[in-house]
Every structure is written in structure tokens, then in C-alpha cells.
């Protein structure tokens, strides 16, 4: 089955929630990685101030992720989705009103509160819907959110010739739109009644250590896949001398998406255990910086010297579209069902910690390697990241500290010293 025709096997709702992540996708990078240059340029805030904007941003997504977990689980995922939608709109829609520091302060602010609604809620109404073919259904939620990142920045540079307002009001313009299809046809579906407080909820879920040592894992995942958008494009731009090189990192990373993340996923489901192919994925991710080390530092610019970097591109969207599908599919099998929004929005919040800790050490590395002329650094540290990350997750598939779906490899023998699995619960 292509990949359409698979899209047209899911129910309604799903198709939905595909086509919504593809306008989120879109509206998002339409507008976000030209902002900091609106702030600063256009407005000539200073460099604390776009600091200050953008970090709230950020802060109330990052931060908020718990809240919209458990408003998913205690009023539904699809009020919750389309209010993060709306909340979006307004967002977006105030950064074409005006440029007064309070204005642009609460367009920041409920832009991120946005995002901390519908992103855990969007994964738990397909968790829930998908039943048991969750994994492919995240895998097309990767196909659909790779083309909007990529139909983002395409449309936002040519909404830039005529001003930034005019890609704020598309970008709002998206969002409205989504939130009333939204309204219009995503199904409502029951809300068993809570049996206990919020509070008692995340404590269940800060108490399952398997949990939270899965999370800890995953750190490497989504602080790799962050530089695509710092050090892989600064290695692209300073190997080929071409700024527009960038585009090509993503190109190649949608068209490859397109084309196989559907055919890796139902190959790999077939053969071996989801924690197998996560560390798999991992690895794969983390040795994907290994060619563009190659070149970095090898003197003067030329084109010949991007295909390393895009051979590298290309085999970290290949980690992230082995790996992502079974990480979704795995999420909600460490807790209740009716905790599922909760353990997916503690889980984006640790991995947006992972991305900021991870972007920070990235970029003193790339300072580092700037001063001293150790070219290699950032890259050696992308791939010991990838590679500890794998090593923690295959650690824990073999002491079976991952859900019973993934059962561990069998041992040879269970000596006097073998580990209980259910010890890190």
C-alpha cells in the first residue's frame, strides 16, 4: 500500500488529525524562524529583548506540556486540540497587529500555551483511535509533519517579499482554519470520569521509573534531530559556500519521507521488538554526523563538500523515521490508559529540555571548535550523544524495564544474580 492509500485506511478522525499536522507544520515554520529576524530588524529590538520574546515562547510550551497531557485526559483530547488551535490563531494574529513590547510579549505566550495543548492531545486522540496499528499511524504523522516543515519556510520566504505581517496573517489564517474543521468534524469521544485529583495523577506517573528512565534515554533523539536546524545547516552553508544549501537538508529529508518511512516502519514492526528498533534508530542517528566531520574545517568552500553533510542529513532523518513511530506506540503502554495524554506530555517535556540542553551544548562546542580550531568537536558530540542514547535504551530492553509489548531478549540462563522485570516500575 502507497502511501495515500494507506492515509485513506485510517478513520475519519486520523485523516484529520494528519491533515492537521501538516497545516501545523506549515503555519508554524511560516512564521517562527523569521520572527528573531523581524524582532531585531524591523522593530530593532535588542538582542535581550528578541531573547526575552522568543524564550517565552518557548518557556510556556516547554513548561506547559504536563498541563495539556492531563486536560486531554480530564476533558478530552478533541476540546483540548481545538482550543491549542484558536489559542494559536490569536497568537499569530497579534504579531501582525502591532509592535508594542506587551503585544508581542502575549503573542509569544499564547502561541507556546498553544502548542502544549494540542501537541500531547493530538498523539493521544491517535494513540487512542489507532488501536493497534499505532505505529503506522505515527509513522504518516511523520510523513505529514516533515512536508509542512518544509512547506513552512518555503511559503514564509515568499510572504517575506511583501512584509512579515502578511506571514503572520497566512500563519493565523492557518490555524483558523484548522481549528474549524476541527470543530466541524473531529468526533467526540467519551471521557471516562477521573478517579483521582490531577496531583495524584502525576505523582503516578513521576513514580514509574521505567517510565522516566525511557524518557531519560530519548534525550539523544530529539537533541540530534535539533540540529537540523543549528549545526547541520551552519556545516551545509560552510562546506558549499551557498546559503541556500539548507533547503536542500530538508528536501532531502521530506522526499526520503515520502518514500520509505511507511515501508521501514510495517519491515521493522514485522522483525524484532520496538526497543530493538529504537536503539537501532538512535544509532543510526548519532553516526549520521560522522560524514560531515569529514569535512568540516577542509578549507575552502565548494559543492562537491555538501554531499558528506547531506549524506549525513540524510542519515539522521533515517534514525528519526526509525525510531519515532515505536517511541509513539511505546509511550502510552507504561501507564493506564486514561493517563495517556499525561505520559505524553511529561515525555515532551523532558525531551524539550533534552533540545535546549542539547542545542546549548552544541553551540559551545561549535564556539569551541571556532577558537581553538578543533572543527571535529560538535560532531564528535552529536554522535557520542546518539550513541549513549542507544546503549541506555538497549540497557533497558535487556533488564525488561520496557512495556510487556516489548518483551526483552531471552537470557541464556537466570543465574542467582538475575534482576526481577519488574524492578524499575
Known amino acids: 500500500m502507497n502511501t495515500f492509500a494507506t492515509y485513506r485506511s485510517f478513520p475519519l478522525a486520523i485523516r484529520l488529525l494528519l491533515i492537521n499536522q501538516l497545516g501545523v507544520n506549515t503555519g508554524f515554520y511560516l512564521l517562527i524562524p523569521y520572527l528573531a529576524i523581524h524582532l531585531s530588524d524591523d522593530l530593532g529590538l535588542s538582542a535581550a529583548v528578541v531573547g526575552v520574546v522568543l524564550g517565552l515562547r518557548n518557556l510556556s510550551q516547554q513548561g506547559l506540556f504536563l498541563i495539556g497531557g492531563s486536560a486531554a485526559d480530564r476533558l478530552g483530547a478533541r476540546g483540548v486540540i481545538i482550543a491549542g488551535c484558536a489559542l494559536r490563531t490569536v497568537g499569530f494574529a497579534l504579531f501582525a497587529l502591532g509592535d508594542a513590547l506587551p503585544l508581542l510579549l502575549a503573542a509569544s505566550i499564547l502561541s507556546g500555551l498553544a502548542g502544549a495543548l494540542f501537541n500531547p492531545a493530538v498523539r493521544t486522540y491517535v494513540a487512542q483511535e489507532a488501536g493497534e496499528r499505532k505505529a503506522e499511524a505515527f509513522a504518516l504523522f511523520n510523513v505529514f509533519a516533515t512536508t509542512g516543515a518544509l512547506l513552512g519556510p518555503l511559503l514564509g520566504s515568499l510572504l517575506l517579499l511583501v512584509d512579515f505581517r502578511a506571514a503572520a496573517v497566512t500563519a493565523a489564517a492557518v490555524f483558523a482554519v484548522l481549528t474549524l474543521a476541527q470543530l466541524l468534524v473531529l468526533p467526540a469521544r467519551p471521557v471516562p470520569t477521573p478517579d483521582t485529583k490531577v496531583l495524584g495523577d ?4 513521576a513514580r514509574n521509573r521505567r517510565f522516566l528512565a525511557f524518557s531519560l534515554a530519548m534525550v539523544g533523539m530529539y537533541g540530534l534531530e535539533n540540529q537540523l536546524y543549528l549545526l547541520l545547516p551552519h556545516a551545509a552553508a560552510h562546506a558549499s559556500g551557498w546559503d541556500g544549501s539548507t533547503g536542500l537538508i530538508f528536501l532531502a529529508g521530506t522526499v526520503t519521507s515520502l518514500l520509505f518511512q511507511l515501508r521501514i516502519t510495517r519491515a521493522l514492526k514485522a522483525r524484532g521488538s520496538r526497543g530493538r528498533w529504537i536503539a537501532t534508530g538512535l544509532t543510526t542517528a548519532g553516526l549520521g554526523f560522522l560524514p560531515p566531520l569529514l569535512v568540516a574545517g577542509a578549507g575552502e568552500p565548494h559543492p562537491l563538500r555538501l554531499l558528506p553533510v547531506l549524506a549525513g542529513a540524510l542519515l539522521l532523518h533515517l534514525g528519526v523515521m526509525i525510531a519515532s513511530p515505536f517511541v509513539m506506540e511505546l509511550i502510552p503502554a507504561f501507564g493506564r ?7 505524553y506530555g511529561i515525555y515532551y517535556m523532558v525531551s524539550g529540555v533534552a533540545a535546549a540542553a542539547g542545542s546549548a551544548a552544541i553551540g559551545w562546542a561549535m564556539d569551541t571548535a571556532g577558537h581553538t580550531g578543533l572543527s571535529w568537536l560538535p560532531y564528535a ?8 542514547s542507544a546503549a541506555a535504551v538497549a540497557g533497558l530492553r535487556r533488564r525488561g524495564a520496557l512495556p510487556a509489548g516489548d518483551p526483552a531478549p531471552e537470557p541464556a540462563a537466570a543465574g542467582p544474580g538475575a534482576r526481577p522485570r519488574s524492578e524499575l516500575k
Do not use: P
Open 337 to 343: 490508559e486514561n493517563l495517556t495524554g499525561t505520559y
Open 381 to 388: 558530540c552529536c554522535t557520542a550523544l546518539g550513541l549513549g
Open 202 to 205: 502525576w505523582r503516578e506517573a
